[in-house]
């Protein structure tokens, strides 16, 4: 499984930004898929994950303010975020859970800045 992200940048707080992540590979052993953040110096924390069944959860400081999504055809999940705060500052990575194998997969990483 390859996960290439894409979306991330500099933003003004109160402001939106939209994360891509298009899957490739043997997508069909995915379970599911999700954001994680990272800020310097803390550890990588889940943000929001949606199952192969629809099934989504959010960290609780991102609900209400972030939708995860996914669209089959183009084997891509989106992360829109809103109401962006300084604190959502991280970079964001893309994962693929694949229960079968129990393995993780990530993406690249992309940087999301939020400007006070």
């Known amino acids: 499984v390859q996960l290439v992200e894409s979306g991330g940048g500099l933003v003004q707080a109160g402001g939106s930004l939209r994360l891509s992540c298009a899957a490739s590979?043997?997508?069909?052993?995915?379970?599911?898929m999700g954001w994680y953040r990272q800020a310097p110096g803390k550890q990588r924390d889940l943000v929001a994950r949606?199952?192969?069944?629809?099934?989504?959860n959010y960290a609780d400081s991102v609900k209400g303010r972030f939708t995860i999504s996914r669209d089959d055809a183009k084997n891509t999940v989106y992360l829109q975020m809103n109401n962006l705060k300084p604190e959502d500052t991280a970079v964001y990575y893309c994962?693929?859970?694949?229960?079968?194998?129990?393995?993780?997969?990530w993406g690249q990483g992309t940087q999301v800045t939020v400007s006070s």
């Open positions: 949606i199952t192969r069944g629809g099934n989504t």
């Open positions: 590979g043997n997508i069909f052993s995915i379970y599911s």
């Open positions: 994962n693929a859970f694949v229960m079968i194998k129990r393995e993780d997969y």
